[in-house]
């Protein structure tokens, strides 16, 4: 596509479920980032896949957070027994390694989770 | 490790009048430097990036940077600035050994414009 795709843009769910947040990057982008902004924070690291592999998942804040990525395209973060402290915008970014990081990023328009 | 910290969480300010949003930066290592803008229920749009040479940037709508090695900061300016650049500005910084790319951002800083 265009441009980075998210989906659902907005998701509420009672505390204790299960949640599945879709990014689809870029066509052809290798490189794929998950950050997490929340009210009054800045952008918080979580995931980052080269390919379907992920090199660096240092920022994921518990093992209730797991994160995939297919195909090298589509990735879906996952994030079980939600807790009120996971409210918060999903961001998911994409970008062409082989230009090299000095491209930047492609940001998607995030995931907006509330959990009640 | 790098850090971001940008010293403003909110900065209001006339229509027409010049603004400066600061930004500064800790890394043992080289590093590049980037803004992003995100306007309202929007996502984050790159503004401009450092990356080598010439120290003062220019981006898209009319903002520039200059990279200041010394003072390990990279501010953001605007000569005159309009209604529609109220949005959230965000810092990052990467390492340039960072092969994967991972950008550490700033916590953000809230720019008002008014009338």
């Known amino acids: 596509g265009a441009g980075v795709s998210q989906s659902p843009s907005n998701k509420v769910t009672e505390k204790g479920k299960d949640v599945e947040l879709r990014c689809d990057p870029i066509?052809?982008?290798?490189?794929l980032y998950w950050y997490r902004q929340s009210l009054g924070q800045g952008l918080e690291f979580l995931i980052y896949?080269?390919?379907?592999?992920?090199?660096?998942k240092s920022g994921l804040p518990s093992d209730r957070f797991s994160a995939e990525r297919t195909g090298g395209s589509v990735s879906t973060l996952t994030i079980q027994r939600t807790q009120q402290e996971d409210s918060a915008v999903y961001l998911c970014a994409s970008s062409p390694i082989g230009q090299g990081i000095g491209y930047g990023y492609t940001f998607g328009s995030g995931t907006r989770l509330t959990v009640v | 490790a790098q850090s971001v910290t940008q010293l403003d969480s909110q900065v209001p300010v006339f229509e027409e009048a010049p603004v400066e949003l600061r930004c500064n930066y800790s890394s043992s290592v080289s590093v590049y430097l980037f803004w992003y803008v995100q306007y309202p229920n929007q996502g984050l749009q790159l503004l401009l990036k450092y990356l080598s040479g010439s120290t003062l940037v220019k981006g898209i709508n009319g903002f520039e940077a200059e990279f200041n090695k010394s003072q390990t900061s990279f501010h953001l300016r605007k000569p005159s600035v309009h209604i529609s650049d109220t949005a959230e500005y965000f810092c990052a910084v990467s390492a340039h050994y960072n092969q994967g790319g991972k950008l550490i951002f700033g916590q953000g800083t809230e720019l008002s414009v008014k009338p």
């Open positions: 066509s052809g982008h290798t490189a």
């Open positions: 896949f080269q390919g379907n592999s992920a090199p660096d």
